[in-house]
């Protein structure tokens, strides 16, 4: 059985890739560069040298 909210998540999921989309190709357009993929672990690998500053000490 759906609940009426789960079509209105994937609604907000598809707007919001979208505007994602549309900002990369903004800003790719304007600053004319070439698209370049990050790849899988980039989030990884950017994370690995932060540290958490709410963390407890």
């Known amino acids: 059985m759906k609940v009426w909210w789960e079509e209105e998540v994937k609604k907000r999921a ?10 990369a190709a903004y800003f790719i357009l ?9 790849g899988g672990d980039y ?3 950017r994370k690995k040298g932060q540290t958490n500053p709410n963390a407890p000490r």
């Open 43 to 45: 989030l990884d690998n």
């Open 14 to 23: 598809l707007v919001a890739i979208g505007h994602k989309i549309l900002v």
């Open 30 to 38: 304007k600053d004319k560069t070439a698209y370049k993929e990050l």
